[in-house]
């Protein structure tokens, strides 16, 4: 059975940084792609990164709201995605979640909650102006 477990979560001042893991469990890292979506109170499931695979090699994506400020670093020995946060503002306050797919293909929709497959409980991180 695969388990995605977050951590790294908290609370943080506005231009702090921050890293989130994202541990994958029962089965092998290997190029499946993987997502990360937050979702603040009252507000819809949003993309923020993703990390897909082609033959000629991973393609990582980024939203506007995001770009320039997060990275998604990987750790394959043991099986953790990373999300590396900088520049933290107020409005990234939201429950971060990561996702992965069953299968190992490509995802065009990688902004899309419904290709994921497989979600994590959530970590929550809280940026304070």
């Known amino acids: 059975q695969v388990q995605l477990v977050e951590s790294g979560g908290g609370l943080v001042q506005a231009g702090d940084s921050l890293r989130l893991s994202c541990t994958v469990s029962?089965?092998?890292?290997?190029?499946?792609?993987m997502g990360w979506f937050r979702q603040a109170p009252e507000k819809e499931r949003e993309f923020v990164g993703a990390i897909t695979f082609t033959w000629n090699g991973p393609f990582i994506y980024y939203a506007d709201s995001v770009k320039g400020r997060f990275t998604i670093p990987r750790d394959n020995a043991k099986n953790t995605v990373f999300l590396q946060m900088s520049s933290l503002k107020p409005e990234d306050t939201a429950v971060y979640y990561c996702?992965?797919?069953?299968?190992?293909?490509?995802?065009?929709?990688?902004?899309?909650?419904?290709?994921?497959?497989?979600w994590g409980q959530g970590t929550q991180v809280t940026v304070s102006s």
């Open positions: 996702a992965a797919t069953a299968s190992r293909n490509y995802i065009g929709r990688y902004y899309q909650t419904e290709s994921y497959d497989y």
């Open positions: 029962g089965r092998t890292f290997g190029t499946h792609p």
